[in-house]
């Protein structure tokens, strides 16, 4: 059964660094989407994104973070200049059809 | 915006007994309601989903009910197993044209007791 991969699992970066999370998405989905879960708390919504651009965002999407699909396969977000509230679980997921959401294992972003 | 209320925060019943998890949503927009288990250091899995045209769906185990007039659905599991034991999202999708948007709510700590 297909599956959405993220790479890397665990990233420890230091304040005001970038990072790039990255996703491979389930090869015939459309919709793709950005989630974080800081530790013990509820998955919130950051962005989806559909024919190379974003669809929607969230408050929490702000300008330090970008999402593209540089290749037609990977999905990256980037966070510019980390900070310690950054520290969290980050999950991609993709939808095609049926609807249902895939969540990849995710990457856990340490920011020291 | 959506905004998606789930109650209770946490769930404790004994092995064998129903369990049943209630949300709330306010965006009349949505149309699509999944409902994750999230067991420790795991991503979310669907379990079960309802679609806004219908009223209740069961796989098993788990059902999952819709008022669309009232904006609440529920998720009830029977006959619960100690495996049952993790956390429970529900979620709500709204879509506007080619938009989509998914708001989770804040979760359910369901706990099987053997």
């Known amino acids: 059964e297909p599956e959405v991969t993220q790479t890397p699992s665990h990233q420890v970066t230091q304040m005001g660094q970038e990072v790039i999370l990255r996703c491979v998405p389930i090869?015939?989905?459309?919709?793709f989407y950005w989630y974080r879960q800081i530790l013990g708390q509820k998955v919130e919504f950051l962005v989806s994104?559909?024919?190379?651009?974003?669809?929607?965002k969230s408050e929490i999407f702000d300008d330090q973070f970008s999402v593209e699909r540089p290749d037609g396969s990977n999905f990256t977000l980037k966070i510019r200049s980390t900070k310690l509230e950054d520290s969290a679980m980050y999950f991609c997921?993709?939808?095609?059809?049926?609807?249902?959401?895939?969540f990849g294992p995710g990457t856990r972003l340490t920011v020291t | 915006g959506e905004n998606v209320e789930q109650h209770p925060s946490t769930l404790s019943v004994q092995e064998g007994d129903s369990a049943v998890i209630k949300c709330t949503y306010s965006?009349?927009?949505?149309?699509?309601f999944p409902w994750y288990k999230q067991e420790l250091g795991k991503r979310p899995q669907l379990i079960i989903d309802?679609?806004?045209?219908?009223g209740e769906k069961k796989d098993q185990r788990i059902a999952v009910t819709l008022n669309k007039t009232a904006k609440h659905f529920s998720l009830h599991i029977t006959e619960t197993q100690p495996e049952d034991s993790a956390v429970y999202f529900c979620?709500?999708?709204?879509?506007?044209?080619?938009?989509?948007?998914?708001?989770f709510g804040t979760g359910t700590k369901l706990q099987v007791i053997p």
């Open positions: 965006d009349s927009a949505s149309n699509y």
């Open positions: 979620a709500a999708k709204s879509t506007h044209g080619g938009y989509q948007k998914v708001t």
């Open positions: 997921a993709t939808t095609g059809t049926p609807i249902e959401q895939y």
């Open positions: 309802i679609r806004s045209n219908v």
């Open positions: 994104f559909y024919n190379n651009e974003i669809s929607e």
């Open positions: 090869s015939n989905h459309l919709y």
